[in-house]
């Protein structure tokens, strides 16, 4: 059997190979400059775009779903597919626990800012330092808006409850007034511009305190022990046990500087039992941040090269 007959390839000539370049590559040139030559006013538009490519601007909501909402849920419900052993939080819904607010507690920028940069050390979420300011700035934004629309949502379940108990037929418009009065940013907490250094007194009388009015959760050597915790009773709002931080291992959630601290101190945690020790005298309080900081490890010793002091 004969193999069949190639197809022949018809052959070009030098000229039928130079049209075949310069055709199309003139086309294309001519399409290209044609919009912006004969519309200048789409030039601007054109170069927009371009600029636009190279500099997206910050997308909460594009941001959200792809640094969050693994742990959050794709609405900040707190029902994201990780598993994790302290839920991430149901923004709105339950409260925020490291803000420099009083009064709504409603973090502020910077708080939230801080969060995001810092992470929460001891739980699953990490930092994210790594981002832009303005798409940081973008996920605070869309965190406000899923904060409000969770706060909405609890208090519709709580009228509908109340409801089913016998009470008033839910208002809508009275469920917006209140999840307005109390998605404000609270009132920013007097931070003192400095805190008392620390010295072996001020650490003996900050230990004298913190037996009085934290042993009893944290134990006696700050381990998270105390008594309270054997309690089954002993729980956060959402049910969860409540674990008092082990303050031995120097690991703060809402940050380990004494201004964080002193947020903590005078706030308390919300949705934790940790209170709020506004019964503390300034000089007391002072006593306790520098006994609470002795109890964590000293910073690892620096290595001193031999032949130097
Ligand atoms: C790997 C899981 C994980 C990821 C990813 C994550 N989080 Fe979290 N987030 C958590 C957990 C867990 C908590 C609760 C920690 C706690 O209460 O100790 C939390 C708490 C928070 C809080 C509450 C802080 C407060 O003051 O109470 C904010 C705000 C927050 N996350 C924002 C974000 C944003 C925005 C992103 C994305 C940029 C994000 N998280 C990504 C797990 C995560
Ligand atoms: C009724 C129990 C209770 C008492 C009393 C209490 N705490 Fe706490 N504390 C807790 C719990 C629970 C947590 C952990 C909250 C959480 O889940 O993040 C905590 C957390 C902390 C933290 C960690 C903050 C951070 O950023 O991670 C510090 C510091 C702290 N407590 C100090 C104190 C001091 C000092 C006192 C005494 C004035 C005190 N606590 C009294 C229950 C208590």
Redesign the pocket.
Known sequence: MTPPEPHAVPRLGFVGRVVLVVVPVTLAAFAWGTPARFFPELRDGLNGTVAQVAHPPADGVRLFAQHCASCHGPQGEGDGVAHLTTKARYFGAEPF??TSTTGTRIPTDADLVATLKRGIL?SSMPSFAQLRDDELAALVGHVRILTRQGLYAQLTRKALKDFDDGGDEVDPVKVTAVADAQVHVGTPLPIPAAFKPTSPQSVAAGKVV?AG??A???GPAGRGDGP?TVDPKFV?DNGTK????N?TAGV????GEKA??YA??MIG?PG????A?TT?TPEQLDD?LNY?LSMSPPPAPTVVASGTK
């Not at 934790?272 to 209170?275: D, F, K, L, R, Y």
């Open positions: 626990k490291f001891g913190f009015s934290c009893s959760c944290h309270q956060n409540a674990v008092p931080r303050l703060y959630k809402g940050g964080n601290l903590r101190l945690i934790t039992p940790m209170p020790g503390l306790l609470v």
